[in-house]
């Protein structure tokens, strides 16, 4: 394949008619439209974050979550993206600024939501239990409304990951309840209140373009990064046969797909206790958590004959570029060859998550040794591949198979805890992390918020039974446990 010396103008933003740009999508951005676009949503975000506040009346407080919602339209751009829809390759990312109080009504109408009579949680799961139907996959914000101004509330955000991950959803929610604080709660702003001037520099770009202004790959550190793809295809299909997998339940064929989303929050001292002993075993706390997870698919699922374990793990281009702002999902996923060694799965559930958490620390580093990965040719043979399997998996329609375990470790969310301008005030409460799976494969996640911990699974049940896949994520809770000390077990 040719290979791209240097960023193309398709890759950043082009005002393609007055106040709207457009670019084309990347690498994983392609792949995850492409995949929410021909499997009913699938990946679709829901972030859910219940507050409180001293605004004094129902009225007002809607007027500002409006207000703000309006006001983020330019400081946070991305949520008003509209993603392509179809299967057309290239997929694309057009962002139109709002002209007109018309254009803005027309927006709102498609995108926020006040609802009174539900709670956070049935907002979100109405969420994840159905694709997006806006606009260009356009992002919605729902206000949800306690039975008193003075009470408990929520927003809850439903977002396309191809412009949200776990770093840039803090971003936004920080943005929006600050807004929150400064936006006048009396009237409703209009378009020509809102500053739209350098909207195009807040609009995200993808890692690989930072990736490749900062290193400047030469041909060989790209056909180095397209051998890296087509080494991981290798791994994968050479030890999928031995594996340690899940496997979907048998009457699959004949049940609807429907989302289901565990959490498990640690305390906060049992998430310290946790930690504080990984330090002393100088173990982080992903790897450590891969490790758990790793144990209990094999408890609940090995049939005996497994030599190891294929595990899935992400990697952030954070580590390599300094995006700050500027990118919306740096994230992609690889797998892990974990081969079982005698022993390992007959001592102590300490131990083995201990001994199996430097093993995958070790298996990962060569895929944190370099950035190229992020080579552009590299980033389009991959989303190329991986849309070629799905024609052909959609083509042949095969039963589900059993898949191997994942883990996506989601790092420390900057959820910040309270915001005050202008006498208002507004307290956040915690944040719960869901959204739409529609397959076979569960994967654990994990992230910290104020110094707790928690685990998230994400599943479809019409492949997995929901009392496994509770039993599951309790097995990882379970097996972390056996880490801490003994008086502080989770």
């Known amino acids: 394949?040719?290979?791209?010396?240097?960023?193309?103008?398709?890759?950043?933003?082009?005002?393609?008619?007055?106040?709207?740009?457009?670019?084309?999508?990347?690498?994983?951005?392609?792949?995850?439209?492409?995949?929410?676009?021909?499997?009913?949503?699938?990946?679709?975000?829901?972030?859910?974050?219940?507050?409180?506040?001293?605004?004094?009346?129902?009225?007002?407080?809607?007027?500002?979550?409006?207000?703000?919602?309006?006001?983020?339209?330019?400081?946070?751009?991305?949520?008003?993206?509209?993603?392509?829809?179809?299967?057309?390759?290239?997929?694309?990312?057009?962002?139109?600024?709002?002209?007109?109080?018309?254009?803005?009504?027309?927006?709102?109408?498609?995108?926020?939501?006040?609802?009174?009579?539900?709670?956070?949680?049935?907002?979100?799961?109405?969420?994840?239990?159905?694709?997006?139907?806006?606009?260009?996959?356009?992002?919605?914000?729902?206000?949800?409304?306690?039975?008193?101004?003075?009470?408990?509330?929520?927003?809850?955000?439903?977002?396309?990951?191809?412009?949200?991950?776990?770093?840039?959803?803090p971003v936004f929610m920080n943005e929006i309840f600050d807004q929150m604080t400064k936006v006048p709660g009396d009237v409703l702003l209009s378009v020509k209140h809102?500053?739209?001037?350098?909207?195009?520099?807040?609009?995200?770009?993808?890692?690989?373009?930072?990736?490749?202004?900062?290193?400047?790959?030469?041909?060989?550190q790209r056909e180095q990064a397209i051998a890296e793809i087509l080494a991981q295809e290798n791994l994968y299909e050479s030890h999928i046969g031995e594996s340690i997998k899940m496997y979907p339940r048998c009457d699959n064929e004949a049940r609807e797909h429907e989302t289901h989303c565990l959490n498990l929050q640690l305390s906060l001292e049992q998430s310290q206790n946790l930690l504080a002993e990984l330090r002393r075993e100088k173990l982080s706390i992903t790897y450590a958590a891969a490790a758990a997870t790793l144990l209990a698919v094999n408890s609940i699922y090995a049939q005996g004959r497994e030599k190891g374990a294929l595990l899935g793990m992400t990697r952030n281009a954070r580590r390599w570029v300094d995006t700050d702002k500027a990118c919306a999902s740096a994230s992609s996923a690889i797998f892990l060859w974990i081969p079982f060694e005698k022993g390992w799965l007959q001592g102590s559930t300490r131990e083995s998550v201990l001994t199996i958490g430097r093993?995958?620390?070790?298996?990962?580093?060569?895929?944190?040794?370099?950035?190229?990965?992020?080579?552009?040719?590299?980033?389009?043979?991959?989303?190329?591949?991986?849309?070629?399997?799905?024609?052909?998996?959609?083509?042949?329609?095969?039963?589900?198979?059993?898949?191997?375990?994942?883990?996506?470790?989601?790092?420390?969310v900057g959820l910040k805890r309270a915001f005050d301008s202008n006498g208002v005030h507004i307290d956040t409460l915690h944040l719960r992390h869901t959204g739409r799976q529609i397959n076979e494969s569960p994967w654990v996640g994990l992230f910290s918020l104020w110094d707790r911990?928690?685990?998230?699974?994400?599943?479809?049940?019409?492949?997995h039974d929901p009392a496994t896949m509770s039993k599951l994520i309790a097995m990882v809770q379970y097996n972390l446990g056996s880490v801490a000390h003994p008086s502080a077990k989770l």
């Open 194 to 220: 809102v500053d739209f001037s350098g909207v195009v520099d807040r609009l995200p770009i993808h890692p690989a373009v930072l990736y490749e202004a900062r290193y400047r790959p030469n041909a060989e």
């Open 1 to 169: 394949m040719s290979i791209v010396q240097e960023t193309e103008p398709a890759h950043l933003w082009q005002e393609t008619t007055v106040g709207t740009w457009s670019r084309v999508c990347l690498g994983e951005e392609q792949t995850a439209s492409y995949v929410q676009n021909i499997r009913d949503g699938h990946t679709e975000l829901t972030i859910e974050v219940p507050f409180t506040c001293n605004i004094p009346s129902v009225p007002e407080l809607i007027k500002r979550a409006r207000n703000a919602w309006l006001v983020c339209r330019s400081r946070f751009p991305q949520g008003a993206i509209e993603i392509s829809t179809g299967t057309e390759l290239p997929q694309t990312l057009t962002y139109p600024i709002l002209c007109s109080d018309h254009d803005a009504a027309v927006w709102m109408q498609d995108t926020f939501v006040v609802v009174s009579d539900q709670s956070s949680g049935e907002v979100a799961k109405h969420t994840y239990s159905r694709r997006l139907t806006t606009k260009g996959k356009r992002s919605m914000l729902y206000l949800v409304i306690g039975p008193s101004a003075t009470g408990q509330h929520a927003l809850v955000w439903n977002v396309s990951h191809v412009v949200s991950d776990a770093f840039s959803i």
């Open 453 to 463: 911990l928690t685990l998230s699974l994400g599943f479809d049940s019409k492949y």
């Open 359 to 412: 093993v995958i620390k070790e298996q990962l580093q060569p895929y944190l040794a370099s950035p190229h990965h992020l080579s552009l040719p590299s980033l389009l043979f991959a989303s190329q591949r991986s849309i070629n399997g799905m024609h052909a998996t959609e083509a042949s329609n095969p039963p589900a198979a059993p898949c191997p375990p994942g883990f996506s470790p989601q790092g420390v």
